[in-house]
């Protein structure tokens, strides 16, 4: 078992390693970061934007540097909120906590330092988790029938819905309404358009790249236009040598460093609990076990590290579900997902032993980002410090640029950037009515296969609509049932008895995070 | 009474998930449901619709069962009329220049007619970014990227 993982993880190397796989995975890097440090453009954007320029690339190329885009994207948010103040990616704000304090008090330099360290140290454990829990995940999955895949699917939509933020009733509705937005198009077994309204370019379905594209870039737009204040440049000069944090910090990050992997990484074990998530959970652990609980909020460097580790490792465990699975536990590995359809490929269990040149590819590719990553900000720290000063009133009119030509280029049809367009408008009114659109993405990618798995259960039941619950036959769609059961009982005691504690956490997070509240 | 109930942003959240579930639930009647066993293409919209639908009606009782909260308008405090219906036109310029007159003048209007939406911006400073981004544009997607869209045409 565990040699064949080694060989596996070899032969990943191998491919991850040839020149063009290694510059396109370098490209993906330092375009992400050069994009995530923007201030006003969080990882979601990033990747929407960049996604229609893989398309030409070879699968394993397009995968890597996608992947690089995640990295690099989710980096220079970092950046931006340990300097700025401002999280454009919800796990970072809790980053702000402390590490905007360091910031002020001209330590941000160290900040990032650790924040280097922790996510390279997350993401090395959740690597190596993926390598040994993936193909375990796989085995038993091969096993799954129509059944079992169709109420897995269930359990993550719900607990992709209800553990994001805000309300979970709204969640469900989101995920809901995406699913209904996967239908749009011609039927898989009978050919009927649904939803089509007559039209005829949309009869192959909407385009992942306009969905994305107009929730997450046209509608955050027009919620952040004149909203972002000039950037404050007193602390944006950050050299290279800031970036070595004292021994007294190191000899503090490393211990929250480790404690924040192991959160991370259980966090990751339960489906639905991102790396928001995480986050918080590693910064009260950390305030916990603290001698000074009530440091914390003034520069506590275990502040920084700790939910950076969890963050990262999180983010690793999310792309075990999703590369093996093929069931994505947030948006961004939806994108990604979607990414890898686009290109032809079927996600699911089949994936590792049809595709292993990806699958493996991909996990070694992520340790090569991360280094890329660390050679890139170490050296280059001055140049992305300079870019978090450019105006949003500049960025964004450039970033529609980009959203028009990128879902043009998808199809060469116009009709796609109209149909951004609207949907940019639709998701400006769910914002404002107070939904987080983004588990409309994680409905949309799963919906199709949702479907055909559901009817093709019901096929094989002869019409049963129990079998998803009979025990006798079915014993894991049984336990995947039970445990989306026990997912919205326990939201409901959460809802019923604490309201208090939560209506505090939403504050927090309200006062936090001005921008960031349109992702999970 | 039923004035405050109206002020409730949940109040219309759920009000529209009401209505596009119901919307729907129509609709996919008028596809081939099917029975159980052998579903047509309709039955898997209409059971989606039917939960949609359900889900609004509980947003919506929810809303009604819970005390106004501070801030409950739907509009943000400042309406940015000008920047939403600047970054609307944008893009909507882009489909009808990109149509007509090629790729390099889309690019230029979209961007231009885009940044006028910030307060602060002016006619000189937004026409500069979109020189510079048409530029860069043509450059990075015509040369280096080879996308099939004529940097100028004229009509159809």
Known sequence: MVTTALTDLWYGFGVALEPHNVMWCFIGVLVGN????????????TISILLPLTFGIPP???????????????????????????????????????GFPLTQQGRGGAALGVTVISSFVGASWGITEMIFLAPVLVTVALKFGPAEICSL???????????ARGSPLKGVAMTVCGLLIGIVGSDIETGTPRFTFGIPNLFDGVEIVALALGLFGIAEFMKSVNQLSAVETKYTKISFKD?????????????????????????????????????????????????????????MIEGVAGPEASTHSSVQGDFIPTMSLGIPGDAVMALILGALMIQGIVPGPQLISEHPDIFWGLIASFWIGNIILVVL?????????????IPYKYLYPSALFFVCIGVYSTNNDMFQVGETILIGLLGYLLLLLDFHPAPILLGFVLGPRFEENFRRAMLISRGDSLVF??????????????LCVVLILAQLYVRLRKPKALAQELAMNAETNPIAQAEP | MFETQLKKRDFYAGGLMTLIGAAVTLDSTTYDVGTMTHMGPGMFPLILGIVLTIIGVLIFGTALATPLGPDESILPEQREWRGWACILAGPMLFILFGEFLGMAPATFVCVFVSALGDRTATV?????????????????????????????????
């Not at chain 1, 699917?153 to 553990?163: D, E, H, I, K, V």
């Not at chain 1, 609990?273 to 909020?297: H, L």
């Not at chain 1, 900000?377 to 000063?389: A, D, E, F, R």
Request: net charge positive; hydrophobic share 50%; proline share 8%.
């Open chain 2, 124 to 156: 000189r400073g937004s026409a500069i970014l979109a020189l510079g981004i048409t530029v860069f544009g043509v450059l990075l997607f015509s040369y280096i990227l080879q996308l099939p869209f004529p940097i100028f045409r004229w009509g159809m």
């Open chain 1, 469 to 482: 619950i009979d025990i006798k036959n079915h014993p894991i769609s049984a336990f995947f049932i039970f």
């Open chain 1, 34 to 45: 050069m994009v995530g440090v923007l201030p006003g453009m969080g990882p979601l954007a």
């Open chain 1, 243 to 299: 970036l070595r944090p004292t021994k007294n910090e190191l000899r503090r990050s490393w211990p929250a460093m480790f404690r924040g992997t192991l959160v991370g990484s259980l966090c990751a074990l339960i489906p639905g609990t991102g790396p928001t998530i995480a986050s918080f959970i590693a910064y009260a652990t950390e305030k916990k076990i603290s001698k000074s609980p009530d440091q914390f909020g003034t520069g």
């Open chain 1, 377 to 389: 900000n170490v050296p280059m720290i001055g140049l992305w410090v300079k870019l978090l000063t």
């Open chain 1, 153 to 163: 699917m269930l359990l993550g939509l719900l607990a992709g819905s209800t553990l």
């Open chain 1, 60 to 98: 394993v190329g397009a995968i890597l540097m996608l992947a690089g885009v995640f990295y690099g994207s989710q980096y220079g948010g970092a950046i931006c909120s340990i300097l700025l103040n401002l999280p454009c990616h919800p796990p970072h704000a809790v980053t702000c906590l402390d």
